[in-house]
């Protein structure tokens, strides 16, 4: 997670119980620094500049026996981008720090380097710097800088009761993929993009959503709120609900979940819409949008609107669920992953 | 070291002995990559933006037994910006990824962001963002974003036979206080700049040349080569000689080394000049400049002109030396200190 991320602290007593440790540390952090700037996906540090840094730690992050070095590169490079696109922002720059224990080859490093090249290019983003490193564990630290879009820049704040909450692509996949890799599925996969599985490859080969943002921001300009749902979506609602000051209905049943994604969720045993909610490391992008401009959009049909509604916001100060209608168990927090 | 250092490969072979292995890994990645603008201590990302990032790891960079949690923190802050003056920039934003192991405590990150906040506080940098993740090992990384300085950009690019080459402050000390530290001397330290001791001091609170770049910037504008000594003199002046094709001659005489420095190398048995030119960890700056430009500078006294004559910049395709005006033994880049 980005440092910028849900230091929009409100007072809203009902989210409070929602903070991860993580969050609470990021407020403390804002204490001792002063830091002012933190705040979202990533920093805006000018009208027109969008920064953001992430880590990754083996065995933390990623494990060197469920995924090549050239999938652990591009999945960190297109995690670094999903920070740009949830700002609906241009990413341009790249700065890679390696931190690499003793053995580390240089085909390790060249395979590593590869798949970090291969999103950049993909994505017209340049490799600008960073830094190697000797270190126990390998480390990865990507700092992307990118411009602010022409049509404007969206962040977590923004929403208003009656907007209408939003979201791209589907959601559990990568969390079924990770369970197929622990399963031992891995050895199955024939190519770097999950050969053909839409969970392995979500949790492979993540897509930064980019293009998605950029229609959106074309519909909106600079109203609305958005974030990308790296850590699951129950995080993406807390945290805008939180920067907002608002509550949410949330339905459930109306959340894209991918078939596969459901099979094998029956094969763990487990409910699809935990991992759906908790699983994390999906990317998609999660935002608020005027109801009226959602109206007019969602007319032009899917090939031109890739997002989906899955709830409204509210002047509540709770995220309410239902399911099918019906009304359905809070959020549970203590289910999400966490890095810290 | 920046990934953008040293990535000027020239062909002229004096200096291919002298390639570290940091810097032939440096010129694979940029193949891997294709990155085009990896070249100097920082990235110039646009006519007016200035980027670098360094990563510190414990055992590597520094040990905790040596220093506390908020010296460490200080000197990461001060070692990035240090980049930025490297090019004569302004430092604006710093971003802060902190990795740590388990029983890193709320007070440790405290000590450790505090550190990092004094430094940013003093060269009025804001924190602007970071991320915060579990590792075995303390693991720091950290970008610094600036600006480049109204009056030009100093790279390492730009030097000419006939140049003056100039540097500030003082060299080995950085080494001297370690040996002190290793020693066992740090108990006798009795506050976080070194207690008034010069190589402490050195060591444990180095500070970024900024005002010094400025200075020189003013008098020459983007003319001329600029570096700080962050892996030692001796390596400055070969990546200076080989971004611009040049030869030097350097008198090692002329090298500035504090008297407490020449006092505690005795007492190790080392040559003062070998911590000078190989020990790291000085963050001084070390430039070519015109030999007319410095004339006229030089007579403004000391207290206008930061910098000190060390050699000047030849025709020719190596780095001589002398001591006292004898031919002194060549580079012998072997005694490095090498983080990878």
Not at 16 to 45: F, H, N, R, Y
Not at 109 to 128: H, N, T
Not at 322 to 329: D, K, L, Q, V
């Amino acid at each position: 997670m980005a440092l910028g991320q849900d230091s929009t602290m409100k007072t809203a007593s009902s989210f409070a119980e929602l903070l991860t440790g993580e969050q609470k540390m990021i407020d403390s952090i804002k204490g001792w620094v002063g830091g002012s700037l933190i705040g979202d996906d990533c920093a805006l540090i000018s009208s027109q500049t969008l920064v953001s840094t992430d880590a990754l730690v083996e065995g933390v992050h990623f494990r060197r026996d469920l995924m090549s070095l050239e999938e652990i590169g591009w999945k960190a490079a297109a995690v670094n981008l999903s920070d740009i696109a949830a700002m609906a922002g241009r990413p341009r720059y790249l700065f890679v720090t390696v931190c690499a224990p003793a053995g580390f080859s240089q085909n390790d490093f060249r395979s590593l380097y590869e798949g970090i090249g291969s999103c950049a290019r993909q994505f017209r983003v340049s490799i600008a710097g960073g830094d190697i490193t000797a270190s126990d564990q390998l480390m990865l630290s990507l700092t992307v800088i990118g411009d602010v879009h022409e049509n404007g820049c969206l962040t977590r704040s923004g929403a208003k009761p009656g907007d209408v909450i939003i979201a791209t692509g589907d959601f559990g996949a990568s969390r079924a993929g990770l369970w197929q890799l622990l399963a031992g599925e891995a050895s199955k996969r024939n190519s770097k993009d999950g050969g053909g599985s839409h969970t392995l490859g979500k949790h492979i080969h993540p897509m930064p959503r980019l293009s998605e943002a950029w229609m959106l921001v074309g519909k909106t300009g600079s109203a609305g709120a958005l974030m990308d749902a790296s850590d699951g979506l129950a995080d993406a609602l807390v945290q805008l609900a939180r920067a907002n000051s608002v509550g949410m209905m949330v339905e459930l049943g109306s959340i894209p979940i991918d078939a596969q994604t459901k099979k094998i969720a029956a094969q763990a045993g487990v409910d699809p819409v935990d991992w759906a909610l908790y699983g994390g490391e999906d990317y998609e992008l999660v935002g608020c949008i005027d109801a009226n401009v959602w109206g007019e959009w969602r007319k032009e049909g899917s090939k031109n609107n890739p997002f989906v509604p899955i709830g409204i916001v509210t002047d509540g100060v709770s995220i309410d669920l239902t399911r099918y209608g019906s009304p359905a168990p809070p959020l549970d927090m203590s289910k999400c992953f966490q890095h810290l």
